[in-house]
């Protein structure tokens, strides 16, 4: 089970972090990925990181987003600086996939394979 947290809303320019509690203990070897998704459209990758920390950013949130983890508390997180307004959506975690279909999916678009286990989702408003 995958629990999001930290959304809210802010100011543009301000910074927020989500986390990703991962209650299950088989995923934890996994990789994540975070996505958002705007009202009527499909989701999309945002920011993925694999076991060994290896990561990988959608183009707009590049040196804005940074994805992490933190293994022993069993937490991925995304912290989100220098927001815009286009931030504003609801972001979801995930986890089943690998970073190499994500970040090929990031260039092609749609959703990467096999991201199976998603969150509930957590909304970031930016204004």
């Known amino acids: 089970q995958l629990v999001e947290s930290g959304g809210g809303s802010v100011q543009t320019g301000g910074s927020l972090r989500l986390s990703c509690k991962v209650s299950?203990?088989?995923?934890?070897?996994?990789?994540f990925g975070w996505f958002r998704q705007y009202p009527g459209k499909e989701r999309e990758g945002v920011a993925a990181?694999?076991?060994?920390?290896?990561?990988t950013y959608g183009d707009s949130v590049k040196g804005r987003f940074t994805i992490s983890q933190d293994h022993a508390k069993n937490t991925v997180y995304l912290q989100m600086d220098n927001l815009k307004p286009e931030d504003t959506a609801m972001y979801y975690c995930?986890?089943?996939?690998?970073?190499?279909?994500?970040?090929?999916?990031?260039?092609?678009?749609?959703?990467?394979?096999?991201?199976?286990?998603w969150g509930q989702g957590t909304q970031v408003t930016v204004s």
């Open positions: 990181i694999e076991v060994d920390d290896l990561t």
């Open positions: 995930a986890t089943g996939g690998n970073l190499k279909d994500f970040d090929r999916a990031l260039g092609e678009g749609g959703l990467p394979p096999d991201f199976d286990y």
């Open positions: 299950t203990y088989r995923y934890t070897r996994y990789t």
